[in-house]
């Protein structure tokens, strides 16, 4: 161990020799530490039809009970002191031929969250890519995400509970994101005040097992009916067509302030093989309108999305809430934004987001923000004729919720890189939404603590 090590400083040592006087490489970090009192209803995560509880704390509604029904459990409260997954080391890398690379590391210790091999201290690549500056006015941007993303670019400030609630920048709870994908994309300096970028990403977002939303959905080729019966051919996502973003930042600056407005849109056509009958296909389509403007110390913010089927353009990673591995997620809710397969027909999710939110610098040291978010997707389909056996819950059947999100923060200044952020956030799931054809009660989440944020 102690000679790979040497080594490894030796080749560290020789390559930041080797680097030309042209070329600059500028390291920054940056250390957040959650710590907060947290409270979930239990109707979020009790499930009448199991004797055990089978989700995580923060985990959002992925269970939810039937209306009038009395939970098994009691409400979770709980205190955390985590340190946060924006932990992390950023290096920019430059030189004078308009080449550069940019790679964020986050780190992240005992996630309440995580199952499996995903549990214990975390380190990994958040962003990477290289850019190249091919004429004045045009930049190629090739890996994992970029300087700002391009579909959706805009996140409220809300920050604390990337574990043991999952609920940062208000996720699903109006807040659609699109960070932390792997991407070519070319940008155009428009005249004047604009740019246009265009992203081509990987179009297996979701893969072969994810098929219709992560629910049931195609029928595989075989002589079984479902997935898992005998002689079943696995269904294959057979994707060629990339999936396209588009964005176009505008950005107007004074001398009393500033405002930044993005038009945005996204498109992905997947296609599966294998598929005993019926559509084989999935279409998902993104279109977003964001914007932030500063003036006279007052800051606004604010993002309205409208998609289809915008679980199945999500990134791999559905398994954990992980702000780093998904792309568009609500909660344990996240199956009924997507598509759905019955007798061969698809049935395609809609979904509508909007967040805003208000603040006030005050001197430079302090500023309070109110936030609100409303999220809400409706899928009509027919109901199923027999509910699940093993759960009592029916497979298949209309889909209408709604997701919200209230409540403040305000970041203080007490040195120039050391800020503290007391915040107080609610998530409502909903009391009466509608899950596959089924009313259910998936209560409220709230936190009150503070954040603590050094910078370097």
């Known amino acids: 161990m102690k000679g790979f090590l040497r080594i490894s400083a030796g080749l560290l040592f020789f390559v930041m020799m080797s680097v030309p ?63 946060n997954h924006a932990t992390a080391l950023r290096f920019h890398w430059t030189n004078e031929q308009g080449l550069g690379a940019f790679a964020a590391i986050y780190m992240n210790a005992e996630p309440v969250q995580s199952v499996g091999t995903d549990a214990g201290f975390k380190v990994g690549v958040s962003t990477a890519f ?66 246009l970028d265009i992203a081509f990403l990987d179009p297996k977002m979701t893969g072969d097992t994810e098929v219709a939303g992560g ?93 289809q089927n915008l679980w199945n353009a999500a990134k791999a990673g559905q398994a954990t809430c992980y702000a780093f591995k998904y792309e568009y997620i609500t909660g344990g809710m996240r199956s009924a934004m997507g598509a759905r397969v019955l007798d061969g027909q698809m049935y395609d999710s809609k979904t509508e987001a909007f967040w805003v939110q208000l603040g006030y610098n005050i001197l430079n040291i302090a500023e309070p923000t109110i936030i609100y978010g409303q999220h809400r997707t409706k899928r009509d389909m027919p109901t199923a004729p027999s509910p699940s056996p093993a759960t009592g819950v029916d497979q298949y059947g209309n889909t209408n919720y709604t997701t919200k999100m209230y409540g403040f923060n305000m970041p203080i200044k007490i040195k120039p890189n050391f800020h503290v952020v007391p915040e107080f956030m609610v998530y409502d799931s909903g009391n009466s939404n509608v899950i596959n054809g089924r009313v259910l009660d998936f209560g409220k989440e709230w936190l009150a603590g503070v954040q603590w944020r050094l910078f370097f």
């Open 21 to 83: 006087a042209w070329a600059a490489l500028d390291i920054k970090g940056q250390i957040f530490v959650d710590s907060y009192y947290y409270h979930q209803d239990a109707e979020g995560f009790s499930r009448p039809y199991y004797t055990t509880l089978k989700t995580q704390p923060g985990s959002g509604g992925v269970a939810g009970i039937p209306v009038g029904t009395q939970s098994r459990a009691q409400d979770r409260k709980q205190t955390y002191f985590e340190l």
């Open 215 to 307: 629910g049931p959905g195609f029928v595989p080729v075989g002589k079984g009916a479902l997935p898992g019966g005998a002689d079943l051919t696995a269904i294959d996502n057979i994707s060629r067509i990339p999936k396209v973003e588009v964005g176009i930042p505008m950005v107007i600056g004074g001398k009393w302030g500033h405002v930044q407005v993005t038009p945005s849109a996204m498109y992905l056509k997947q296609k599966f093989a294998n598929v005993a009958s019926g559509d084989s296909t999935i279409e998902s389509y993104g279109l977003s309108l964001g914007g932030s403007a500063s003036v006279f110390g007052i800051k606004l913010a604010a993002e309205y999305n409208y998609g």
């Open 130 to 195: 290289i850019y190249y500056d091919i004429i004045k006015d045009l930049r190629l941007t090739v890996g994992r995400g970029g300087f700002t993303q391009v579909f959706s670019p805009f996140d409220p400030s809300t920050l604390m509970g990337y574990d043991g609630v999952c609920k940062v920048q208000g996720l699903g709870f109006g807040n659609i994101n699109s960070k932390y994908q792997n991407n070519i994309r070319l940008t155009y300096k428009l005249p004047m005040i604009a740019s």
